[in-house]
């Protein structure tokens, strides 16, 4: 127990995975997710908020892909992601 009470954080057990090159899980540190709010049909749209959810703290970056044409974007953004990854700037997906 500490003087703050509110402050302590009790995680169960469970165990640790990985989303990309980021750990999730058992004793790794809790990561910051976050969730595109473009249309994933725009890729472009998608594609350049990826690196502003990076930089604003978010280990980890989902897309939805709610219909067939967000689908049909998902193979660039995803190319787009990995050619970034190449620069040295990892954005898991």
Request: net charge neutral.
């Given at each position: ?72 974007a ?15 700037y990892?954005?898991?997906?």
């Open positions: 127990m500490s003087v703050r009470p509110c402050r302590d954080i009790h995680r169960r057990k469970c165990r640790q995975i990985y989303v990309g090159k980021v750990p999730v899980g058992g004793n790794a540190p809790i990561t910051v997710q976050s969730m595109t709010n473009t249309l994933t049909s725009d890729a472009t749209a998608t594609i350049a908020q990826i690196p502003e959810l990076e930089e604003a703290g978010a280990d980890i970056v989902r897309v939805s892909c709610p219909d067939e044409e967000s689908t049909a998902l193979p660039a953004i995803v190319k787009a992601v990995q050619v970034a990854d190449l620069r040295g990892p954005f898991p997906l």
